[in-house]
């Protein structure tokens, strides 16, 4: 296809997208996966405290000149609400949980996430516990931002957790250092993992594929 019909298609996108993004009931944030991921080129984090615009947006996306040469690879539905275990180093952390504040960090990792059954019929004092060792190991990585949403009878898993971080290796240290945690034990399922790079425009994410 010639350049100049390449970026009108792109371009029927990039509005879409602004059109979005400006909207008073929802964000948008860009990011570029190619070359990192062999599945996905890109990652549209869209939030918003309306479930319609969700289906609005990509209705318009997949109708635009480069849509119809889209495939939607992964797509994940969350809630935003506040965590029932006490951070008990920073007692108000769990109110920052109702809402979610992104795009503080060049790097997003996002990944799917299930509880084994046996997780849920442990005591509420005992998954607490565990929880005090997770937070605690977190709190080892100030670096790494982390955004932890609810999926439960919306979508197939149970959560979509989302770190941000301008360095990739304090990520990859404290997933491996969460690994040796008591509660590791009970995660039934945390891939597929996409490592995402921040693109500020739809057009710098649209420039990379």
């Not at 909207?23 to 948008?28: A, R, Y």
């Not at 240290?173 to 034990?185: F, G, I």
């Amino acid at each position: 296809m010639p350049i100049e019909e390449q970026q009108k298609r792109k371009e029927e996108f990039r509005n879409v997208v602004e059109e979005y993004n400006h909207h008073p009931e929802m964000m948008v944030l860009t990011y570029s996966l190619v070359g990192l991921r062999g599945d996905a080129d890109f990652l549209l984090w869209r939030i918003s405290y309306q479930l319609d615009l969700f289906q609005e947006m990509t209705t318009k996306l997949l109708h635009t000149g480069l849509g119809q040469y889209l495939t939607i690879a992964y797509s994940y539905l969350s809630l935003t609400k506040r965590s029932i275990y006490v951070d008990k180093a920073n007692p108000e952390h769990q109110n920052s949980r109702a809402h979610i504040v992104p795009g503080q960090g060049k790097y997003l990792f996002v990944y799917p996430f299930i509880k084994t059954r046996d997780w849920y019929h442990l005591t509420f004092a005992t998954r607490q516990g565990m929880m005090d060792e997770h937070i605690k190991v977190g709190m080892k990585y100030p670096s790494v931002k982390l955004n932890t949403t609810y999926s439960f009878g919306i979508d197939d898993q149970e959560f979509v957790v989302a770190f941000e971080s301008d360095h990739v290796q304090d990520f990859s240290n404290l997933v491996q250092e969460l690994r040796e945690s008591e509660a590791s034990r009970y995660t039934l399922r945390d891939v597929p993992m996409f490592t995402c790079i921040r693109k500020e425009t739809v057009s710098e994410m649209l420039d990379t594929i």
